[in-house]
């Protein structure tokens, strides 16, 4: 019996390759999963939280840098970027066969339930999304509320959930969130000392 395989056309390597930019690059991802151009304010951002995935990212003395503090008007983007990054993230993780576990903090807990929502939505309904990370799966049957979600894992035995998400002064002290932590919109110093001392990742903070 022979089998003849004829060459990919030009078409499905471009795509090919597409993909693959997009899975290294957080910038190409943004355009290409979610449609949008990185205006000049957010360029700094955007490479130095593609840096931070990659363990690139350095500080003024030259030393591996793990947190990254994003300082900015309201209405610059800050939000939108650090979600697209969670999820984009969370794709690397698996791609790398390891299982992201994500703290989602802010002010409130309501708003960090609207914030960890934001993300699960992209990495259940975006079909760009799917194209770039078909890996990533749901599981919903381990969980898949609001404010807590997994997906499926290479280890189903991990108590952590993929995402999980709290208010400042919410029950967050039993989790550690050992790939990323953000922490959005911060009302004061000393939240954001105690959010950082809770896991041990690699914390995206704004």
Same mark, same amino acid.
């Given at each position: 019996? *022979?089998?003849?395989?004829?060459?990919?056309?030009?078409? #499905? #390597? +471009?795509?090919? &390759?597409?993909?693959?930019?997009?899975?290294?690059?957080?910038?190409?991802?943004? @355009?290409?999963?979610?449609?949008?151009?990185v205006r000049p304010h957010q360029?700094?951002?955007?490479?130095? !939280?593609?840096? #931070?995935?990659?363990?690139?990212? !350095? +500080?003024?003395?030259?030393? *591996?840098?793990? &947190?990254? /503090?994003?300082?900015?008007?309201? $209405?610059?983007?800050?939000?939108?970027?650090?979600?697209?990054?969670?999820?984009? #993230?969370?794709?690397?993780?698996? /791609?790398?066969?390891? +299982?992201? @576990? *994500?703290?989602?903090?802010?002010?409130?807990?309501?708003? $960090?339930?609207? &914030?960890s929502v934001a993300v699960r939505?992209?990495?259940?309904?975006? +079909?760009?999304?799917? !194209?770039?990370?078909?890996?990533?799966?749901?599981?919903?049957?381990?969980g898949w509320a609001e404010g807590?979600?997994?997906? @499926? &894992?290479?280890?189903?035995?991990?108590?952590?959930?993929?995402?999980?998400?709290?208010?400042?002064?919410?029950?967050? /002290?039993?989790?550690?969130?050992?790939?990323?932590?953000? *922490?959005?919109?911060?009302?004061?110093?000393?939240? !954001?000392?105690?959010?950082?001392?809770?896991?041990?990742?690699?914390?995206?903070?704004?």
């Open positions: 019996v *022979v089998f003849c395989m004829s060459e990919p056309s030009a078409e #499905l #390597l +471009d795509e090919a &390759r597409r993909l693959a930019r997009c899975r290294d690059s957080f910038n190409d991802y943004i @355009q290409e999963v979610h449609g949008w151009r360029e700094a951002w955007v490479a130095a !939280l593609d840096a #931070l995935a990659k363990g690139t990212l !350095l +500080d003024s003395e030259g030393h *591996v840098a793990y &947190r990254i /503090l994003i300082l900015a008007p309201p $209405a610059s983007g800050k939000t939108s970027i650090l979600l697209q990054y969670t999820a984009w #993230l969370i794709g690397r993780e698996v /791609l790398s066969k390891r +299982d992201p @576990q *994500v703290g989602m903090l802010s002010y409130s807990e309501d708003v $960090a339930r609207e &914030r939505n992209i990495i259940e309904h975006k +079909d760009t999304y799917h !194209l770039v990370f078909n890996a990533v799966k749901p599981a919903k049957a381990d807590s979600w997994y997906i @499926q &894992r290479r280890d189903r035995g991990t108590a952590n959930p993929t995402l999980r998400s709290a208010g400042m002064e919410g029950a967050i /002290l039993s989790y550690r969130f050992t790939t990323l932590i953000v *922490v959005d919109d911060p009302h004061n110093p000393q939240q !954001l000392g105690r959010a950082i001392k809770t896991g041990f990742g690699l914390p995206g903070i704004a």
